[in-house]
């Protein structure tokens, strides 16, 4: 075959599928969120919005976590620096079961500038969740930590791999949380 063809076929193959799928589903693959994408007798693929807030609340209330009133800040910090959404809580569950044990009226869940005898107080978890946020993605994300495992060594040098275990164990959770709904 030339490679004409083959760019022709290429190209032509996904549209001829689409088109084919179309009229026989009536759907060209955008969905309303209630119905399938695609239809076939033998093949159903779904799409499914996550409610991202519904999700932390579920998992911190499965952790009995005062956090879970903060479950849309999380979420909308996590936007706002362009980081996973599961990450933040994932560290303060980490570094603080939770935030079920942190230093008295911190509302310090991530540990965030503690070492030795320094600590930092927030007024109220949703500005430590900002503070914390937007130094994660100026501290490591941008600057291509971005990852768990990149950046634990710098988030806890001297317990890096079982706080990255940790942080992702939560994760996980999260994980299952999103499956559940």
């Given at each position: 075959?030339?490679?004409n063809?083959?760019?022709?076929?290429?190209?032509?193959?996904?549209?001829?599928?689409?088109?084919?799928?179309?009229?026989?589903?009536?759907?060209?693959?955008?969905?309303?969120?209630?119905?399938?994408?695609?239809?076939?007798?033998?093949?159903?693929?779904?799409?499914?919005?996550?409610?991202?807030?519904?999700?932390?609340?579920?998992?911190?209330?499965?952790?009995?976590?005062?956090?879970?009133?903060?479950?849309?800040?999380?979420?909308?910090?996590?936007?706002k620096?362009?980081?996973?959404?599961?990450?933040?809580?994932?560290?303060?569950?980490?570094?603080?079961?939770?935030?079920?044990?942190?230093?008295?009226?911190?509302?310090?869940?991530?540990?965030?500038?503690?070492?030795?005898?320094?600590?930092?107080?927030?007024?109220?978890?949703?500005?430590?969740?900002?503070?914390?946020?937007?130094?994660?993605?100026?501290?490591?994300?941008?600057?291509?930590?971005?990852?768990?495992?990149?950046?634990?060594?710098?988030?806890?040098?001297?317990?890096?791999?079982?706080w990255?275990?940790?942080?992702?164990?939560?994760?996980?959770?999260?994980?299952?949380?999103?499956?559940?709904?």
């Open positions: 075959m030339s490679r063809t083959l760019l022709l076929q290429a190209i032509a193959l996904p549209l001829f599928a689409l088109s084919t799928v179309a009229q026989s589903t009536g759907s060209y693959g955008i969905s309303d969120g209630k119905a399938p994408i695609f239809q076939r007798p033998d093949i159903v693929i779904e799409s499914k919005k996550i409610d991202r807030v519904e999700v932390l609340e579920n998992f911190f209330t499965k952790y009995d976590s005062p956090l879970k009133g903060n479950a849309k800040t999380f979420v909308e910090v996590a936007d620096y362009g980081m996973d959404y599961k990450l933040l809580p994932a560290i303060s569950c980490m570094e603080s079961s939770c935030a079920k044990h942190l230093i008295v009226d911190s509302y310090n869940p991530f540990g965030w500038g503690i070492y030795g005898k320094n600590a930092i107080y927030f007024k109220n978890y949703d500005e430590a969740i900002e503070t914390v946020g937007k130094g994660i993605a100026e501290r490591y994300i941008n600057r291509g930590f971005d990852s768990v495992a990149k950046i634990a060594p710098i988030y806890t040098p001297p317990n890096s791999r079982n990255g275990n940790g942080v992702n164990y939560f994760i996980s959770k999260i994980n299952e949380e999103e499956v559940k709904l």
